[in-house]
């Protein structure tokens, strides 16, 4: 069996690229930018795969090389490759010999959005570029998870170990309702839209060579409700920094404009709901990871929308 590394050299040697940066590598993929030249053609064994805008050529530019390993981050590329509005452009590419390796795509560099901007502006940014995507996604549903089926976390903690494992005073009453929210917010959906599913500063980029530049990368590609997406941007881009839950309500108060705007009445309440819930699941999974210090930072926004909630 190859390593990673070996892999991702394969990749390289046949697509004629060469690197351009260091390489990036996560749990569950290896990223390394590239150079393909404009006299290199792809092998015979290798094809472009549709992106849902047009079969392109990757050559004559600097691409991200994607490999993708762990079963969340293929699924995310095949995503990716389908929604043809507020996703990058990639190109995923098919060989024979790699059928037992990972799953292989390239896209342009794109530049990153202010990494650590909690301003208003960058979160009306972020909002626009949800709406967007989700603007593409109504009727997709095929191959997606369901997003209630994410909420199991959530669903299998004792309130009272959230609230002895985080040290959070009254956080047993916080994921209580919150399950309640869950369960609730599931049941009678106000829609239901291919999300994003990890919507964060880190995942939306800059394409100058595209009519709408602002676009996201790395979907989970999960079918929900779409007040999901926006529930993320609360919690970014620093779940610990303290100015997450200084500039809560302005955060708040900036989505809330926007989702009335995009839906023509008020949310607040449903999407407070949301966040309720959403914190409440995010701390499980940290906990679930042993990461007890993100685990209580995130169950403290919890729990400031749950003292906003009436």
């Not at 037992?100 to 909002?127: H, I, K, N, W, Y």
């Not at 819930?277 to 995130?298: F, I, N, V």
């Amino acid at each position: 069996m190859i390593s990673r590394r070996e892999h991702l050299d394969l990749c390289l040697d046949a697509l004629g690229a060469r690197s351009a940066g260091a390489v990036i590598e996560t749990p569950s993929s290896m990223l390394v930018p590239v150079f393909i030249a404009d006299d290199s053609p792809l092998p015979s064994s290798i094809s472009p795969v549709v992106d849902g805008r047009a079969e392109r050529q990757p050559s004559g530019r600097t691409w991200m090389l994607k490999c993708a390993f762990g079963p969340e981050e293929r699924a995310g590329l095949e995503v990716q490759s389908r929604w043809a509005h507020g996703m990058a452009p990639i190109v995923l590419l098919c060989d024979t010999r790699w059928d037992d390796g990972p799953r292989v795509a390239l896209m342009p560099v794109g530049e990153p959005l202010d990494q650590m901007s909690f301003q208003s502006s960058t979160v009306r940014r972020l909002c626009d570029a949800v709406a967007r995507l989700h603007s593409s996604t109504s009727d997709e549903g095929a191959g997606l998870e369901s997003l209630e089926d994410r909420f199991r976390a959530l669903r299998n903690y004792d309130p009272r170990e959230v609230e002895r494992a985080t040290n959070i005073p009254n956080s047993a009453a916080v994921v209580s309702r919150a399950r309640v929210d869950a369960a609730e917010l599931f049941a009678f959906p106000m829609d239901r839209v291919g999300l994003h599913g990890d919507v964060h500063h880190g995942n939306l980029l800059h394409f100058s060579g595209e009519p709408q530049p602002w676009l996201f990368i790395d979907p989970k590609g999960v079918l929900g409700e779409s007040l999901f997406d926006y529930a993320n941007i609360v919690f970014n881009p620093d779940v610990l920094d303290p100015q997450t839950v200084e500039r809560f309500p302005e955060r708040i108060q900036t989505i809330g404009q926007h989702l009335h705007g995009r839906y023509g009445f008020d949310l607040s309440e449903r999407f407070l709901r949301w966040v309720r819930a959403y914190g409440c699941l995010s701390a499980s999974w940290h906990l679930e990871d042993r990461s007890h210090r993100a685990a209580a930072a995130t169950l403290r926004i919890a729990a400031v929308a749950d003292a906003h909630i009436a």
